[in-house]
């Protein structure tokens, strides 16, 4: 139990009708999850309205409302606080009822299009082999030390934020590693989360049917660099056209890394395989478990965030050497007959032309190159004739497909793709809606020594088709298929 008044601390109010030395058993903005003596935080979402529930959050036992419109009929027995932006004051709400947990363990947010995932999951493997216990709050998964717990979002709600820190403080950890999304920044989850550090990766296409236009979305991203304080450090890619960008204002600790321009932390590819590459950083060699430019991107920020938290260099390079690649991103295997699939997350343009030139490094041309890929539905369809363009100029063959086509129609998000490819390259291509029957069809062309790139959704183990979550899993898909195929 908390006091009503504990938890408003920071909290820009308005007005207070009631009385806020209740007692408050916990926090809500769903009003189906109401339990009795709880405060309920009444939002205005994308696709509802929390006002609209208030009544119903009273009936159901909710002693505080907190809102920002003034409900039609106030109770006598609720203490309303009347708020400008009720996901700000959710954030510290939050924040309170957890007493603060960001404070007392290092958090470090990733931000940026492409590699959030990638360099927050190997941070955490980074410090749990040095010896530390670790948070992790990713796309993938969520970690408190070892123990692994299901992510439904890229930066969950502020409650759910506040209590996996609350649980990592409990269980000894001394870092967090996080990633932080655009939509998280905008609708103010981590406005009260208190940052030791924060890295920008890169910015290119993506989530513009939530932000409407790349500056808005640019201006979000730059507004967590904003907010970090003068004791944090702030890390950025200089070879990004808005690294820079992004620390301007930024009163924290500034380092940006590169493997192209002059910058605090450099790196060169030295040699590069499938299983792996051998890099110079700041003049000393490591070979690494990754491969591809945007891998070694990642890897000096891992390693500048690594010196930042106190690691010494040394240390940073022996642990930077056993580092895995996460699930999903660029994970592959060789079938006995020698070839080679690779599943990978790359759902923007960007990263699936990374994607593709990395494997053009390494590739003799010998083989043949079959990617297959499609695009979402429900989300950003400006990106969808560039998919398709970058695919068939990089591929020997492309299939489009499905891939979460969510509530559209699946065959008319192929149309869209299909628009993109040019007039040369017609012939490079064809269609097959179900993702299914597309990885079957790659695996069935494919000959020894050729690669099948498999391209979107990387480690998601579901397609949404119509609302409804199926168990799909690429990589799963592609080694049944290469079994069967390829004995």
């Known amino acids: 139990m908390k006091k009503l008044k504990d938890i408003l601390y920071k909290v820009s109010i308005d007005a207070v009708r009631g009385s806020t030395s209740l007692d408050i058993s916990d926090i809500v903005f769903d009003s189906r999850k109401i339990t009795p003596n709880c405060v309920f935080i009444a939002q205005?979402?994308?696709?509802?309205?929390?006002?609209?529930?208030?009544?119903?959050?009273?009936?159901?036992?909710?002693?505080?409302?907190?809102?920002?419109?003034?409900?039609?009929?106030?109770?006598?027995?609720?203490?309303?606080?009347?708020?400008?932006?009720?996901?700000?004051?959710?954030?510290?709400?939050?924040?309170?009822?957890?007493?603060?947990?960001?404070?007392?363990?290092?958090?470090?947010?990733?931000?940026?299009?492409?590699?959030?995932?990638?360099?927050?999951?190997?941070?955490?493997?980074?410090?749990?082999?040095?010896?530390?216990?670790?948070?992790?709050?990713?796309?993938?998964?969520?970690?408190?030390?070892?123990?692994?717990?299901?992510?439904?979002?890229?930066?969950?709600?502020?409650?759910?934020?506040?209590?996996?820190l609350n649980q990592m403080v409990q269980a000894g950890c001394s870092y967090c590693f996080m990633e932080v999304s655009s939509h998280g920044i905008a609708q103010k989850r981590t406005d009260a989360l208190v940052f030791k550090g924060g890295i920008f990766t890169n910015l290119s296409h993506d989530h513009l049917d939530y932000h409407k236009t790349f500056a808005e979305y640019r201006n979000v991203k730059k507004s967590f660099f904003d907010s970090l304080p003068k004791t944090a450090f702030a890390i950025s890619n200089a070879d990004d056209k808005n690294g820079a960008f992004m620390l301007q204002n930024c009163d924290a600790k500034k380092t940006m890394y590169s493997i192209q321009n002059v910058a605090d932390v450099n790196g060169k590819i030295i040699e590069s395989q499938f299983n792996g590459m051998l890099l110079n950083i700041n003049n000393q060699e490591v070979w690494v478990q990754l491969i591809g430019k945007f891998n070694a991107s990642n890897l000096l920020a891992i390693y500048a965030t690594a010196l930042e938290l106190g690691l010494t260099k040394e240390e940073v390079l022996v642990h930077l050497s056993t580092l895995k690649s996460v699930s999903g991103r660029f994970q592959f295997i060789v079938s006995k007959t020698?070839?080679?699939?690779?599943?990978?997350?790359?759902?923007?343009?960007?990263?699936?032309?990374?994607?593709?030139?990395?494997?053009?490094?390494?590739r003799t041309f010998n083989e043949q190159l079959f990617t297959v890929v499609g695009c979402g539905g429900n989300r950003d369809k400006e990106k969808r004739p560039v998919m398709a363009r970058i695919a068939t100029e990089n591929s020997d063959t492309v299939i489009l497909t499905s891939d979460n086509p969510r509530n559209e129609d699946p065959f008319e998000i192929l149309k869209e793709m299909e628009a993109g490819v040019e007039a040369q390259n017609t012939n490079k291509y064809l269609t097959i809606e179900d993702r299914h029957q597309a990885i079957k069809t790659a695996c069935k062309m494919a000959k020894e020594g050729d690669i099948i790139l498999i391209a979107g959704k990387g480690h998601e183990d579901y397609q949404e088709i119509k609302g409804v979550k199926h168990h799909f899993n690429d990589l799963e898909e592609v080694i049944n298929f290469l079994n069967e195929f390829n004995k």
């Open 44 to 164: 205005k979402g994308t696709i509802s309205n929390g006002h609209d529930y208030i009544e119903k959050a009273i009936e159901n036992g909710a002693t505080a409302i907190v809102y920002e419109d003034d409900p039609a009929v106030f109770s006598d027995h609720v203490t309303y606080v009347k708020v400008a932006d009720a996901n700000k004051a959710l954030a510290f709400i939050a924040a309170n009822f957890y007493d603060n947990p960001s404070e007392k363990l290092s958090l470090v947010g990733v931000t940026g299009t492409n590699g959030k995932t990638t360099i927050a999951t190997l941070l955490h493997q980074l410090f749990t082999k040095a010896g530390y216990k670790v948070g992790l709050l990713s796309t993938v998964k969520i970690l408190i030390g070892n123990d692994a717990f299901p992510a439904t979002h890229t930066t969950p709600d502020s409650i759910a934020i506040n209590n996996y």
């Open 338 to 362: 020698k070839i080679t699939a690779i599943v990978d997350y790359a759902h923007t343009p960007d990263a699936l032309e990374n994607v593709l030139k990395t494997i053009a490094e390494i």
